[in-house]
């Protein structure tokens, strides 16, 4: 049975149960998933292939994430990769957030040219100002970011539905290239 990574990078827990949806999806798919917070001991290697996601923060990945692409770009570019952002900005402002998706991933395929993601998808998060330190929550309350879980499952179980089939059939027939792309947007 192929062997698949589901890694993430969360502060505050929402991308955390995201990964774990994910990973749930491609189990009933018939996939052997393994799914962990993204650090350097994991071995990529042991993985027939790999999806990364990560909150954004400030326009970007939390740092985990980009790091674990950077880190193991070579055995990332010999597997299928899915990656997947979470955010609110998508919540009052979708194309700002699509743009900004697009971004992290063309920046990723920067820093790690070679690895070709098979899949990618944006996802809305979940934002409670409470988390913030008292200094922050003012600022955060001028900006007005969204509060609350906007967290669609629909899509976000869709997606890594549509992906199982997606890997299976590459896995399945190993050597040869199944066609198409797993595109998942909110908004
Ligand atoms: C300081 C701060 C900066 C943020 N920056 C962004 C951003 O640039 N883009 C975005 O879509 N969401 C942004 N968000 C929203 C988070 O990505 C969202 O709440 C996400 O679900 C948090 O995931 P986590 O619970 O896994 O940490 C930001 C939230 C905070 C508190």
């Not at 609350?148 to 179980?157: E, F, L, S, T, V």
């Given at each position: 049975?192929?062997?698949?990574?589901?890694?993430?990078?969360?502060?505050?827990?929402?991308?955390?149960?995201?990964?774990?949806?994910?990973a749930e999806e491609l189990t009933a798919s018939g996939l052997d998933v393994d799914v962990m917070s993204a650090r350097p001991e994991i071995q990529v290697a042991k993985y027939d292939?790999?999806?990364?996601?990560?909150?954004?923060?400030?326009?970007?990945?939390?740092?985990?994430?980009?790091?674990?692409?950077?880190?193991?770009?070579?055995?990332?570019?010999?597997?299928?990769?899915?990656?997947?952002?979470?955010?609110?900005?998508?919540?009052?402002?979708?194309?700002?957030?699509?743009?900004?998706?697009?971004?992290?991933?063309?920046?990723?395929?920067?820093?790690?040219?070679?690895?070709?993601?098979?899949?990618?998808?944006?996802?809305?998060?979940?934002?409670?100002?409470?988390?913030?330190?008292?200094?922050?929550?003012?600022?955060?309350?001028?900006?007005?970011?969204?509060?609350?879980?906007?967290?669609?499952?629909?899509?976000?179980?869709?997606?890594?539905?549509?992906?199982?089939?997606?890997?299976?059939?590459?896995?399945?027939?190993?050597?040869?290239?199944?066609?198409?792309?797993?595109?998942?947007?909110?908004?």
């Amino acid at each position: 049975m192929p062997r698949i990574l589901v890694t993430y990078a969360s502060r505050y827990g929402s991308t955390t149960e995201v990964a774990a949806a994910i990973a749930e999806e491609l189990t009933a798919s018939g996939l052997d998933v393994d799914v962990m917070s993204a650090r350097p001991e994991i071995q990529v290697a042991k993985y027939d292939a790999v999806v990364v996601g990560a909150a954004a923060y400030g326009r970007k990945w939390l740092p985990d994430a980009s790091v674990f692409v950077v880190g193991n770009q070579d055995s990332l570019s010999k597997l299928p990769v899915a990656l997947f952002t979470v955010g609110t900005l998508g919540v009052k402002n979708p194309k700002a957030a699509l743009r900004e998706h697009d971004r992290i991933v063309a920046t990723l395929n920067e820093l790690a040219p070679g690895f070709n993601p098979v899949a990618t998808a944006l996802f809305h998060g979940s934002f409670t100002r409470s988390n913030l330190p008292l200094c922050l929550r003012v600022l955060d309350w001028m900006a007005g970011t969204p509060q609350g879980d906007h967290r669609d499952w629909d899509a976000i179980r869709g997606w890594a539905q549509r992906l199982g089939d997606l890997l299976r059939e590459r896995l399945d027939d190993s050597g040869s290239e199944a066609g198409g792309e797993v595109e998942g947007n909110d908004g």
